[in-house]
């Protein structure tokens, strides 16, 4: 029966008279140990960690694993094993690319934790796997620990899913907790993430959105079938976000949290992470500290929400594990991808129809609401309310102004020509409504 | 290959060139008519709705279905068509069990969304699928359209879960909220419930917790691969909830939900679908009106949470249908079972360990408090807080204590002893404090 994982029923067996099934590990940083942790503790397992490729294996070797674990730093040894998975978690994206290409070719299925990898490349990896008759798995790539890949691609499967919500990074989610929590400015937050472990020394790819973004076009993906790169989707950074924000935030009745969202409308595809307020009864706004969040919402099931753990390395291990035993469990499944909607690639857009947030800080004279409100009434955007604090600098006075619901675009283009009014201390901070 | 769903590639196929899998639906009241609805509006589809069973079909037939659907009475018009896979969701345990048996036996997987079935004799029928090398899929039996089955037989299948805490049923969810938002009575509430289609004419099965007790007990098995029967488990009732326990609830940073829960702990399984006191800030705690919510808790992974509609046509009618579609996609699965951890029959009790609260109404006069605490302290029992509202009546005198924590058992027998001395009005109302 081709394509059917071959176990090795002569190696013996678990309690249960299962096969063994040997499973491959590259990269043994947290989360590859993780793994491995669970691999070796787990009860009545019939998962067997052969093999471990890391660099320098020497500093890396660690002796709670069985002495008969095969340590390389050549793939070329995980390729001539007789390993039935390879589990990759050693991240980047090459060498790793050609290495998961190699290992599909040589008749190994692959779990994958690279929400890089699989943003970039994932359907040709798919493609791959499928000719060679092999599963790829990515679980572990979006929100660690939360089975949301699972959940859309097959727990939803009876629905139609057109709306994807979620709180994908955990970083910037500590960072905007401990800014309304202690009042601090954004550069103080994140040196105390970075000081922590919650942040990166280049915490780029969080702040800025990438790392959000990479596992949006996942998660589009899989519950939207709409393939797309990455890079098509919009990414803005949570730097400009400060403790005043929140304050003004707070009396909207709201808080603010990096969005990642998409959204299939009219035949396009809305999309993009950004910093954005959210109302503070929606479950969206009550995500603490480093957890993650998924909210689904489907034409016939309505909203469906997934939370937990979205990093680390054992919850990341657990949905790796969990993609293992699904291989397993699943074997192949020809008549499975037939059967699912057509991928589709719609236009991409982030122009929103949604209430907007406008931080302003202005030169005080006369006049300044007056200008502001004519440039935007000449866009056709109506003024939701205007909040000027009290006892604040002449020269540094903050003015918020909220805006009904309008395109996002219409928002923008207006904000070019008001950036350059005199009075303008510093470009305006906006930020969408949800 | 045996035990493969051989489906019909000679009958045509989809956009997709997928080979059709025929459904047949036995039932088509609310959950019934919505799993026609999607499997006829469904874009790209290969499944193909060919038989409805319904008593009184002539007064049952819409027009809004394709005219060669068959409609039929007969159980045995299914047994001998060529459907693929049958849908129950006609409820009931006879003669739902009988017919189930011999749709398997006749080489057809079965999905149903009958909890009380599969509670009763799920692990039979799961045996029987297995021996006809069929399936049986129940993912639309627990929480409707929340994919917490699949999400905890799947997508966290790599970690070693111990503790499932879930809010399971959306009438008693309702009902509570009423009471906390509006401080109406309890039969109010229900009344309320009951004209606005929330609640059933006899309300027992929900009220009293035995609803929810058919969840759990599938949960226990999926999760926590606990087999035992649903009657083993506690179940109060929600009734003796009043406005008053809500304020004193508060007053404590808590409200009051219906919780079910399972905990393995010391090769114990603790068990019990009871009201208890949740803090506030629980993601328990702020499930809203008929939401349903679950928690699952492993060694790795930590809390992961599934929340969404927990009932309704439409939600359920979702999970009945991605449960079709796994069956395609997955085929048969002999290495699945197998590799499983095995199901243990532990020892239930629902002697948790927690704190306690104690809602007391006394006719007042010197040394009632110390009478309790006497009887407590000789049971060892620790009180934390006791509160007396002021301006109460002599004769009907609201008294709260809540207890430090200690096994509820402990609670029960002091409750015995005080329960029958004269001052006390009514029997002591007991809620864990979680």
Redesign the interface.
């Known amino acids: 029966?081709p394509g059917t994982?071959k176990?090795d029923s002569t190696a013996g067996g678990?309690?249960?008279?299962?096969?063994i099934?040997k499973v491959a590990l590259l990269g043994f940083g947290t989360v590859g140990s993780?793994v491995a942790k669970?691999l070796v503790e787990?009860?009545?397992?019939?998962l067997r960690l052969t093999h471990i490729l890391n660099r320098n294996v020497a500093r890396k070797k660690v002796d709670w694993l069985p002495a008969d674990v095969v340590w390389t730093e050549n793939i070329d040894d995980i390729l001539a094993s007789g390993a039935d998975i390879v589990v990759e978690v050693m991240g980047g994206l090459q060498p790793t690319e050609d290495w998961i290409r190699r290992v599909l070719t040589s008749h190994k299925s692959v779990v994958t934790a690279n929400k890089q990898l699989i943003a970039h490349c994932g359907p040709e990896l798919i493609a791959l796997a499928q000719q060679m008759q092999q599963q790829i798995e990515f679980?572990a790539s979006v929100a660690g620990?939360?089975?949301?890949?699972?959940?859309l691609h097959?727990?939803?499967?009876?629905?139609?899913l057109f709306k994807i919500y979620g709180i994908l990074n955990g970083t910037c989610n500590y960072i905007l907790s401990q800014i309304e929590a202690n009042g601090v400015p954004f550069a103080t937050a994140l040196r105390e993430a970075q000081k922590l472990g919650f942040a990166e020394a280049d915490p780029t790819d969080d702040i800025d959105g990438l790392d959000a973004r990479a596992k949006l076009t996942i998660l589009a993906r899989v519950a939207l079938h709409c393939d797309l790169p990455a890079t098509s989707i919009v990414a803005r950074s949570i730097a400009p976000i400060d403790a005043v924000d929140f304050e003004n935030a707070s009396q909207l009745g709201c808080t603010i949290r990096q969005i990642s969202r998409a959204e299939l409308k009219s035949g396009k595809l809305f999309a993009a992470v950004e910093p954005a307020l959210v109302e503070l009864n929606s479950?969206l706004a009550?995500v603490e500290g480093s957890q993650n969040l998924v909210m689904a919402t489907?034409l016939?099931?309505?909203?469906?929400?997934?939370?937990?753990?979205g990093a680390g390395g054992?919850?990341t291990?657990?949905?790796?594990?969990?993609?293992?035993?699904?291989i397993?469990?699943?074997?192949h499944?020809p008549?499975?991808e037939?059967?699912?909607?057509?991928h589709q690639s719609p236009t991409i857009t982030s122009d929103f129809v949604t209430k907007h947030y406008l931080r302003f800080l202005v030169k005080d004279r006369p006049g300044i609401i007056a200008s502001l409100a004519s440039i935007l009434a000449k866009s056709e955007i109506n003024i939701l309310s205007v909040l000027q604090k009290p006892n604040s600098s002449k020269s540094h006075l903050p003015l918020l102004i909220t805006l009904e619901e309008c395109p996002t675009s219409l928002v923008e283009q207006a904000l070019k020509q008001i950036n350059i009014l005199d009075f303008m201390v510093q470009p305006c901070l906006h930020l969408p409504i949800l």
Chains 1, 2 share one sequence.
């Open positions: 029966m994982l176990l678990n309690a249960n008279g299962a096969p099934c993780s669970i787990r009860r009545n397992t019939h679980g620990g939360v089975p949301v890949i699972s959940g097959q727990g939803l499967a009876g629905d139609e479950p009550r489907g016939y099931g309505g909203e469906t929400v997934f939370g937990g753990h054992h919850p291990a657990v949905a790796v594990v969990s993609d293992i035993l699904a397993i469990r699943a074997e499944a008549n499975g037939a059967g699912r909607p057509r």
